[in-house]
């Protein structure tokens, strides 16, 4: 079945970096997008970047834009966040996510989701 596991969070200090990885399993991940979703305390789940099945498309959320950036390695069956100039805004739980039906539309409703990690930026 499909499993999604994310891995890299922790505490950084405000400016500083982090490096999310999503392993996934169970399903050809070459055929789908994936997204990044992250949800605050709070606040409600929000999507972070999306990368399209064949990687030639990708979408932010406007507040990390230029700070974050996707990736996808299908041989790995990975995902990756990189976030830069991390704000204490970031801190939330981050989810890697699958919409097995939307490549990465303004709709893309993820079915499936892994456990989260969490990231906690200080000021």
């Known amino acids: 079945q499909v499993q999604l596991m994310e891995s890299g969070g922790g505490l950084v200090q405000s400016g500083g970096s982090l490096r999310l990885s999503c392993a996934a399993s169970?399903?050809?991940?070459?055929?789908?997008?994936m997204g990044w979703f992250r949800q605050a305390p709070g606040k409600e789940r929000e999507k972070v970047s999306c990368i399209s099945r064949y990687g030639n498309r990708t979408s932010y959320a406007d507040s990390v834009k230029g700070r974050f950036t996707i990736s996808r390695d299908d041989a790995q069956m990975t995902i990756t966040l990189q976030m830069n100039d991390l704000k204490p805004e970031d801190t939330a739980v981050y989810y890697c996510a699958l919409d097995p039906w939307d490549d990465c539309s303004d709709n893309y409703d993820p079915n499936y989701w892994g456990q989260g990690t969490r990231v906690t930026v200080s000021s």
């Open positions: 169970g399903f050809n991940l070459d055929y789908y997008a």
